[in-house]
């Protein structure tokens, strides 16, 4: 089986709206619960419920489904995003950080991981200290969790979606964007989705259900890029 880790906030967790996207079902696509994959179902990530802040569809999905058509194999998500964390809560020796190495070392019991998926930054896009120094926070926090991990899996980060412009808290978040893809052009074994043209819900801070299952396979597209290169 293919495993996959989630990390990140809210964009990777997903809060898209249920009953806006058709449902993905695939029975080669897994979950973690409790340590054991379960068939996936959404939401994978569960990490907020209250009015303000709840999750839902999330990009994952797609990419999972992308992936099992393509290889034709078990595709296994391991969710570990948390909404509304700064790069700062993802550093070695935070909470987050080893939450996902556990769990990541232990989804290692049930197959191969083969990929490490990123999204964040809208957290860090409110000073522009914060934004230009997010590329090298970024590259040590994710060198450091690979060795701790075990494993060479290719990263997939995602840029920030445009209609943040919109959005009060998150000034800098073209910033974050540039940080994203020259961490991302620096190594063979890194690959960006962009968020070109994808749409967020009326909040200004979160993708929409429709944008989020395109972005989802545009994760995907960037991991088969990665892959691609490494055959070669």
């Not at 522009?128 to 590329?135: D, H, I, K």
């Not at 040590?140 to 060795?147: C, E, P, T, Y």
């Amino acid at each position: 089986m293919k495993l996959f880790l989630m990390i990140g906030q809210s964009n990777m967790a997903g809060r898209g709206e249920f009953g806006e996207v058709p449902d993905i079902s695939d029975h080669r696509c897994r979950m973690m619960r409790n340590g054991l994959f379960r068939p996936m179902a959404e939401p994978i990530n569960c990490d907020r419920q209250n009015h303000n802040d709840t999750y839902g569809v999330c990009l994952a999905a797609s990419f999972a489904r992308d992936c099992a058509e393509t290889y034709d194999e078990a595709v296994g998500l391991i969710p570990c995003a948390d909404g509304g964390t700064t790069l700062a809560r993802w550093q070695p020796g935070e909470i987050l950080y080893d939450h996902a190495v556990f769990l990541a070392r232990l989804g290692m019991r049930s197959g191969e991981l083969a990929g490490i998926l990123w999204h964040q930054g809208e957290s860090d896009s409110d000073t522009e200290e914060n934004a230009r120094s997010y590329g090298e926070r970024f590259e040590k926090m994710i060198g450091q969790m690979r060795r701790d991990i075990g494993t060479d899996a290719p990263v997939i980060v995602g840029e920030l979606g445009d209609y943040l412009k919109k959005c009060g808290g998150t000034p800098y978040y073209r910033i974050v964007n540039e940080e994203l893809r020259r961490v991302a052009d620096a190594h063979a074994d890194f690959g960006i989705a962009s968020a070109a043209g994808l749409t967020g819900k009326p909040d200004n801070l979160h993708f929409d259900s429709v944008s989020l299952r395109e972005f989802g396979s545009r994760y995907f597209a960037a991991y088969q890029a990665v892959v691609g290169r490494a055959a070669r």
